[in-house]
């Protein structure tokens, strides 16, 4: 696969994946299977390593989606990460290795971190995205187990996992005579209970917290603290809750992962696994971290589940960008304990090589409520009609070849799909973040004719009376439209640029791009195809994407009417310049910086750049194990580039 098809791809599991994570965690939905998320995880690490090439917000660097609005925010003060995770039973044993270890359940309910001082509980905090968590303090207080106050005095705080058993669940399912209002599985119902904003409505659905981590004990016993069971035990004997676990070495980890399968089908707290932990605590903190997962645990995942069903229709959903993507409506199948009626197939060539017909026997798989997909097609019958229409404005269509893959296109220009995902992405969080304007309200807004172009956003005030009176709408909510509108009309150049949809150009590109050309988007829509592709990171093809878009009279004519209403303001760089016209590579786990980012912008703030790859036009290559064998220390020393530490690249070039 070519670089540039290698980028492409990246992007699209980028969608693919934060939207997965999004309905995971966010709106506890389960559109995706654990295979699936597994193997497009695994597939965009790979690209990335390959490439080089990290996007901003990559499920990579990320944790998880957003906080929810309705629930007070906070900062927590180091990121809860995922775990690593393996299905293979003889990986578990080789990444024991001679040490001994702790394995127990991995629960599925609702990462809770609770904090005690004086021996009290002061404050419960959700995982929210790893960094920014929700503030529960007093749903905490009224789960069915936790302590209010306990012996230790010293802080306290500790990681677990909220649940509801299966038991509480059927007997709350079976108070609720409607069936379509009967919750989906103990995660959903244990996830909406935990975050409710009247405590009273969390004490009615037996929430447990299980212990899983004891993260700090002021003044606890360094005994104590050295040993993951012995914090555990440590936090039973203060009267909490803690995971089911028992002590492993590598000859006998399998044999207990097989005890462990024995007794799920009779364990009454939801599980989607099992975690295996290092028992020496100071041996598993010194291996550090890498940008997603802490190394002192790994996470064993069950094998997926699959159901056979019946495919009754293909759903052609429209998209911004004109693309149209199949989905399988096939008879509800339980897996894992949700119900499944949908699946995305993604593209025709998929289609075709499932040979999908209407009315054909499929199997599909889901296991841990992520990403739906078809496993394989029992009748292949292939008697499926590729829609000649758009379903949304009744254009022809096109099939169209993009890396490899053949897929189906709305042709018309002015399709109310494409406007509405196209004004979706300008006011989105990333572009102008403007609040209150979600894609039903464009939807309606772009209906009704109030918006048709980008500036149009800068005058609903034309409007003020008709919007009042909306559904959903009223003097408030139109007094914050307009608030925020006005507060978006201040913006920056790669927020405007990433709003305007320039095919490839996404946030981590609209920086580059800005930054390249001094923050002047005049210069960027002058610039040639050959000027665009010496920027690092804009190859050829994004180069001549650009070009186009700018070449484009119309496109012209709406940016200028927009920049009318706006203010781009220009950032002011008083930092030090030492490292202009220098460039690095960064790889392996950072000590020193959150992640890579965050030692990218650093370099770029003193004017450096950061490349994906190692070329002879390095300045160093930043690694933390020079010795490793990795391509780019291959690369790095056959071009005789240096190869720095974290330590040493800071001792050099950020110092005084």
């Given at each position: ?469 909306m559904e959903g709408f009223g003097e408030k909510s139109y007094a914050n439209l307009i608030a925020s509108v006005k507060t978006a ?28 050309f001094d923050h002047d988007i005049d210069k960027i829509r002058k610039a040639t195809a050959e000027e665009l592709s010496e920027v ?121």
């Amino acid at each position: 696969m070519a670089d540039e098809a290698k980028i492409n791809r990246i992007k699209e599991l980028n969608v693919i994946l934060k939207k997965a994570s999004e309905d995971y965690y966010a709106k506890d939905e389960s559109p995706l299977s654990d295979r699936e998320y597994d193997a497009l995880y695994d597939e965009l690490v790979r690209l990335e390593e390959e490439t080089g090439m990290i996007l901003a917000g990559s499920p990579t660097q990320t944790v998880g989606y957003e906080a929810v609005d309705e629930l007070p925010k906070e900062r927590h003060p180091s990121p809860m990460l995922s775990l690593g995770k393996t299905k293979s039973r003889e990986e578990l044993s080789e990444w024991l290795g001679d040490h001994e270890g702790m394995l127990s359940w991995k629960l599925d309910g609702l990462t809770v971190v609770l904090t005690y001082e004086n021996g009290a509980l002061s404050k419960a905090v959700t995982r929210g995205n790893g960094e920014i968590v929700e503030v529960i303090t007093p749903n905490a207080k009224v789960f069915d187990n936790v302590p209010l106050k306990i012996s230790f005095t010293g802080e306290l705080v500790i990681r677990g996992e909220a649940v509801i058993s299966y038991p509480d669940f059927e007997k709350i399912n079976a108070s609720i005579a409607n069936d379509a209002d009967k919750y989906k599985n103990p995660r959903n119902l244990c996830s909406g209970s935990v975050r409710q904003l009247d405590a009273s409505i969390t004490a009615k659905r037996h929430v447990r917290f299980v212990a899983f981590n004891l993260v700090s004990a002021e003044g606890a016993d360094d005994k104590i603290m050295a040993s993951a069971n012995g914090r555990l035990s440590f936090l039973e004997s203060l009267g909490f809750e803690a995971v089911q676990r028992m002590p492993v070495t590598s000859a006998n980890v399998a044999d207990a992962v097989a005890d462990y399968e024995k007794r799920i089908a009779h364990y009454e707290i939801p599980s989607d696994g099992l975690v295996l932990t290092y028992e020496d605590v100071n041996y598993g903190a010194s291996l550090g971290r890498t940008a997603k997962s802490p190394r002192h645990s790994i996470a064993f995942k069950w094998a997926d589940e699959t159901a056979e069903t019946t495919l009754r229709e293909i759903e052609w959903s429209a998209s911004r960008t004109g693309l149209i993507n199949p989905v399988a409506i096939f008879d509800p199948v339980e897996l894992e304990g949700t119900t499944v009626t949908r699946a995305s197939v993604h593209n025709i060539s998929i289609v075709r090589e499932l040979k999908l017909g209407i009315g054909d026997r499929i199997t599909v798989y889901k296991a841990n409520m992520i990403i739906p997909q078809i496993a394989e097609n029992l009748t292949k019958s292939g008697n499926l009609s590729i829609p000649a229409k758009c379903p949304v404005c009744g254009a022809p269509t096109e099939i169209r070849a993009l890396n490899e893959a053949e897929s189906l296109y709305c042709t018309n220009p002015g399709c109310a799909a494409k406007q509405i995902k196209t004004f979706s992405q300008f006011v989105s969080r990333d572009a102008l973040n403007v609040d209150g304007l979600s894609e039903m309200t464009l939807e309606k807004l772009i209906d009704m004719g109030f918006i048709k172009e980008f500036d149009d956003l800068f005058h609903l005030d034309r409007y003020e009376e008709k919007i009042v009176h909306m559904e959903g709408f009223g003097e408030k909510s139109y007094a914050n439209l307009i608030a925020s509108v006005k507060t978006a009309s201040k913006t920056t150049l790669p927020r405007f640029l990433f709003g305007l949809g320039i095919p490839g150009i996404g946030v981590a590109n609209a920086k580059v791009l800005a930054k390249a050309f001094d923050h002047d988007i005049d210069k960027i829509r002058k610039a040639t195809a050959e000027e665009l592709s010496e920027v690092e990171g804009i190859g050829d093809i994004m180069a001549s994407d650009i070009t186009s878009y700018f070449a484009d009279d119309e496109n012209n004519r709406k940016i200028d009417a927009v920049l009318a209403d706006l203010t781009i303001e220009v950032p002011v760089n008083t930092s030090e310049q030492n490292l202009a016209g220098l460039t690095f590579v960064i790889t392996g786990s950072l000590n020193n910086f959150e992640n890579r980012n965050a030692l990218k912008a650093i370099i770029e703030e003193r004017g450096g750049k950061v490349a994906g790859s190692v070329s002879a036009k390095t300045t160093a290559l930043i690694n933390n194990d020079a010795a490793s064998n990795s391509s780019k220390n291959k690369t790095a020393k056959s071009l005789g580039v240096t190869i720095l530490t974290e330590d040493e690249f800071i001792n050099t070039y950020l110092k005084e």
